[in-house]
């Protein structure tokens, strides 16, 4: 499904990704990990079509075709979604009219006319209810003035609505206090089926015990440097990163 | 002959005569023909030049014309029951009109000569300062039409009133004087729509005045719609004085047009009332819209409100102004002013300033100007959602707009303001929240 190859950026003349690596496969959930500055994030919005970095080197190809000249809302198009680490506050602009935009621009992009009122209610109450998400919600500015969990929940309440091909979440648990991580994760892995697939960027094993991944791949100076499956986040739980810094720095 | 003079020579030659108020009107012409029209020299005008508007040939009046009804509906509320007045070409259209004044006195100022003498007479010119801008003296000696509402005591005008002035089928471009006096008396209420429309594409320059007198205890609502043709210039001078305890809005929304320059003038005089001042600006290619206010708080314990928003493409300009004047005895004064503005090119500008003048020590004022772009990070998250850019764009303008749209108490009229919004952004998509 999505393929990136020897993908270097950079963003104001500073190297961020210095040669990642990485192929996910539908019905897969893969987890980056890596020390703060590691690139995780830089990858999560090249990917998602971040306009700021310029990218020097390699490809990202999606369902077999390059992206790369893609724009964000191209890229949304095709199935791909990015669950912010800081969603942004846009007041004004009310979550349901927010969504019912995105949804019926994906539509249009899709040729399909857009979704009655009436259907999309219904659909936006059943993820709702999904993510326990209270009723006055949908009335509210976009983002602003939610905590924490309520920026997080809301992402993934998004993402339920456009049901993306691959969904990227990054650092969704920060922020979260243990009763919001679970309901996010239940939220993400009932959306999980065997034709999409989710890319989990994290810090901390913590959100891996509720969202199990296949692949786990540490990011280390703007590369993959160790990739395993779901023990090797155990082990840096336990063992932090320093070893594997050390190992990456040997070679 | 230059404007000045034809101008003069028309009052000389009777343009008005008939018309009551004759010394009053013969002291401001004089008043204009000593001080002409305001120049870029002037503190009031320095950023904003009237004289390429000044260079048309003018005539100063013309025959009525058709418009039909069905004409324009697409400039008035039709789904919600109002008072509607309409002018063509200065004069009053009975035809396209229709009031049915149960609550209130709704009527055009020559009508009023004889249905209410005696409010005209006390109240024409009253609210305006003895020193006005030129702009205002000339108005004031050569309007000659326009409308006459007075709402008595106790009284609730339930239907907003809509004033629409038309211009249509002129033989030249035309300059015109509109005039508007709204009296509403003690612990009345009274909401008032107006918009100057022409249809023909020729260049009309209209100096509009109102007055508005708000008693103790009324309640005003007043909302300017500007979106004319790009052939067309507005000065709009407003002068609002109210009583205690009464609350009054003008609220202006600039979308259309070359030239508008707003002269919004609040007159505290009666304690724990509250003033309301808000606008959106939107304009493009080759427009200029000016907003000058000044609110005068001569008494204590009142409130004003002012919150305009400017969103400016292309090489458009705008300019705010915004005095609040607070008296020595005006203790326990509030005054809140915002002037925020985007700036979507690098050649659409704003000079934006705003000028406190307190003299009481027990007040609370603020005000606080900003100029800014989109922001990149929210425009990043929408398009992530799917939404393309010029959509995105869309949103994140009417998003900053909102806080004044959301205060728009007639729901159609909130609704066309979207429409017309949506359509000058260029989307199709529905903004409303």
């Known amino acids: 499904m999505l393929e990136i190859k020897d993908l270097k950026a950079s963003i104001d003349g500073n190297k961020i990704l210095t040669g990642i690596n990485l192929t996910v496969n539908a019905g897969e959930v893969h987890a980056i990990m890596g020390p703060n500055g590691s690139g995780k994030s830089t990858l999560s919005s090249v990917i998602a079509g971040r306009e700021e970095y310029e990218i020097e080197d390699g490809s990202i190809t999606f369902d077999g075709e390059s992206i790369?000249?893609?724009?964000?809302?191209?890229?949304?198009?095709?199935?791909?979604?990015l669950s912010f680490q800081y969603p942004i506050e846009i007041p004004g602009v009310s979550v349901s009219n927010f969504l019912k935009t995105s949804l019926n621009e994906s539509r249009k992009a899709q040729g399909l006319e857009p979704m009655p009122a009436g259907n999309l209610l219904k659909m936006m109450r059943e993820k709702m209810e999904l993510l326990e998400i209270k009723k006055g919600?949908?009335?509210?500015?976009?983002?602003?003035?939610?905590?924490?969990?309520?920026?997080?929940?809301?992402?993934?309440?998004q993402m339920a609505m456009l049901e993306p091909k691959l969904a990227i979440l990054d650092e969704t648990d920060s922020g979260l206090d243990i009763d919001a991580l679970r309901i996010v994760a239940n939220g993400v892995n009932k959306l999980k089926s065997k034709d999409n697939a989710t890319i989990v960027i994290t810090h901390y094993q913590r959100l891996l015990d509720y969202i199990v991944p296949d692949f786990v791949h540490v990011l280390y100076n703007g590369k993959i440097v160790k990739s395993g499956t779901k023990e090797l986040a155990l082990e840096l739980e336990e063992k932090g990163y320093d070893w594997i810094i050390k190992e990456a720095e040997g070679k | 002959m230059n404007l000045k003079d034809k101008l003069i020579q028309a009052y000389k030659d009777g343009a008005t005569q008939g018309l009551s108020f004759e010394s009053e009107r013969s002291k401001h012409i004089q008043r204009f023909d000593e001080l002409g029209f305001p120049t870029i020299k002037d503190e009031e005008w320095k950023y904003t030049n009237l004289l390429p508007v000044l260079k048309s040939d003018y005539q100063l009046s013309e025959d009525e014309s058709e418009v039909t009804a069905l004409s324009i509906k697409e400039y008035i509320l039709t789904d919600t029951d109002t008072h509607l007045m309409v002018f063509v070409?200065?004069?009053?259209?009975?035809?396209?009109?229709?009031?049915?004044?149960?609550?209130?006195?709704?009527?055009?100022?020559?009508?009023?000569?004889?249905?209410?003498?005696?409010?005209?007479?006390?109240?024409?010119?009253?609210?305006?300062?003895?020193?006005?801008?030129?702009l205002v003296s000339l108005n004031t000696a050569l309007s000659k039409e326009g409308a006459f509402i007075h709402v008595p005591k106790n009284k609730v005008a339930e239907k907003p009133i809509q004033i629409i002035y038309i211009t249509n089928g002129v033989s030249s471009d035309l300059f015109l004087q509109s005039r508007n006096l709204i009296v509403v008396e003690e612990n009345a209420q009274v909401q008032i729509t107006e918009r100057h429309q022409n249809f023909d594409g020729k260049e009309v320059f209209t100096n509009a005045l109102t007055e508005i007198h708000a008693a103790d205890y009324s309640v005003v609502d007043f909302y300017k719609i500007q979106n004319d043709?790009?052939?067309?210039?507005?000065?709009?001078?407003?002068?609002?004085?109210?009583?205690?305890?009464?609350?009054?809005?003008?609220?202006?929304?600039?979308f259309g047009g070359k030239f508008i320059r707003n002269n919004l003038s609040f007159l505290l005089e009666g304690e724990h009332s509250e003033s309301n001042?808000?606008?959106?600006?939107?304009?493009?290619?080759?427009?200029?819209?000016?907003?000058?206010?000044?609110?005068?708080?001569?008494?204590?314990?009142?409130?004003?409100n002012e919150m305009y928003k400017g969103i400016f493409d292309d090489n458009a300009k705008g300019i705010f102004n915004g005095k609040v004047m607070v008296r020595p005895n005006a203790q326990k004064t509030n005054a809140f002013q915002s002037n925020n503005n985007l700036l979507l090119t690098d050649s659409a500008s704003i000079d934006t300033k705003p000028q406190l003048e307190i003299y009481a020590d027990d007040v609370?004022?603020?005000?606080?100007?900003?100029?800014?772009?989109?922001?990149?990070?929210a425009l990043f998250y929408l398009r992530s959602?799917?939404?393309?850019?010029?959509?995105?764009?869309?949103?994140?303008?009417?998003?900053?707009?909102?806080?004044v749209l959301s205060n728009?108490?007639?729901?159609?009229?909130?609704?066309?303001?979207?429409?017309?919004?949506?359509?000058?952004?260029?989307?199709?998509?529905?903004l409303e929240i």
């Open chain 2, 364 to 377: 609370a004022c603020s005000h606080g100007c900003t100029i800014g772009q989109l922001d990149d990070e």
């Open chain 2, 89 to 134: 070409n200065g004069e009053y259209s009975e035809e396209l009109s229709s009031i049915d004044d149960k609550q209130a006195t709704i009527c055009t100022l020559s009508e009023a000569q004889l249905k209410a003498p005696e409010i005209l007479k006390h109240y024409w010119g009253s609210c305006i300062s003895k020193t006005p801008d030129t």
């Open chain 1, 137 to 157: 919600f949908l009335s509210r500015s976009l983002n602003q003035g939610f905590s924490g969990g309520e920026k997080k929940r809301n992402e993934i309440f």
């Open chain 2, 277 to 304: 001042m808000r606008g959106i600006t939107l304009i493009g290619k080759n427009q200029l819209v000016d907003h000058h206010t000044m609110v005068d708080h001569a008494v204590p314990n009142c409130l004003s």
């Open chain 2, 229 to 254: 043709n790009r052939s067309c210039s507005l000065i709009d001078n407003t002068w609002v004085k109210q009583g205690k305890n009464c609350n009054c809005t003008v609220d202006t929304f600039s």
């Open chain 1, 68 to 81: 790369m000249d893609l724009d964000p809302e191209d890229r949304s198009h095709k199935g791909i979604f």
């Open chain 2, 408 to 430: 728009v108490k007639i729901p159609e009229l909130k609704e066309k303001l979207n429409r017309i919004i949506a359509e000058k952004l260029g989307v199709d998509i529905s």
């Open chain 2, 385 to 403: 959602r799917g939404i393309p850019f010029k959509e995105a764009q869309a949103m994140l303008m009417y998003a900053f707009a909102n806080d």
